[in-house]
């Protein structure tokens, strides 16, 4: 049986002069980014001051692995070295050019398809496909956290943050936004919350992930 709750928003950031759009999301272990189209942005999240921007194409998913950021762009998934900025590598995103979200887990990359409702876990190497996971819903960001998998969902004025068996794609939990308040970008901070970007709000906010009893 799914579980269900209303998300407990803790903090709005943003909007920022400028950047209109929030895309992906990720987290490097001190600040979230966000994907704003032409740009990833770090933020603190004590202050909610932007910290730190770099150039790039940034129209999708965003991922850390620890070195690297990971973004997509179009039609492909670009390799950042976080401390230059400087695009190392290029791979072809799975769903050329329809892709979502983003994450890094167990060495491979993690692709929301949005429409096609699917995530695949890719090599990030190659960009080779490894396996699918379908979903029941239109699939916005994309995050591993404990060993859960979950993404966010956007359709018509309706969006969630649910975890699902990577198995089945069954639907474990759901985590309700408001009305009206979508998810595009979707990262844990490997602790009590998900920071899940707002589209068009140029917003990014901190949802409380759900403790285990």
Known sequence: MTRSAAAEIIREYGP??????????TYDGKHPWFASGSKLNAIDPASGKLVRSIDAAAHAGTAFDGEHLFQIAEDRIQKIDAKTGRVIATIPAPGGGADS??????????????????????????????????????????????GE?????????????????????????????PAGVGVSGL??????????????????????????V
């Not at 876990?121 to 819903?137: F, K, M, V, W």
């Not at 969006?159 to 985590?175: F, K, M, N, Q, Y």
């Not at 844990?188 to 403790?211: E, L």
């Open 101 to 146: 979200g983003l994450a890094w887990a167990e060495g491979s990359l993690w692709v929301g398809q949005y429409r096609e409702r699917k995530i695949h876990q890719i090599d990030p190497e190659t960009g080779a496909i490894l396996r699918t996971i379908e979903s029941n819903r239109f699939v916005t960001g994309v995050t591993w956290v404990d």
């Open 16 to 25: 920022y002069p400028g950047l209109d759009q929030v895309h992906g999301v």
């Open 187 to 212: 990262e844990s901070d490997g602790g009590d919350r998900f920071y899940c970007g707002g589209g068009k709000s140029g917003t990014v906010r901190a949802v409380r992930r759900p403790r285990r």
């Open 149 to 177: 998998l979950w993404h966010g969902t956007w359709e018509g004025d309706e969006s969630d943050v649910r975890r699902i068996d990577p198995a089945t794609g069954e639907v474990l939990e759901r985590l309700e936004m």
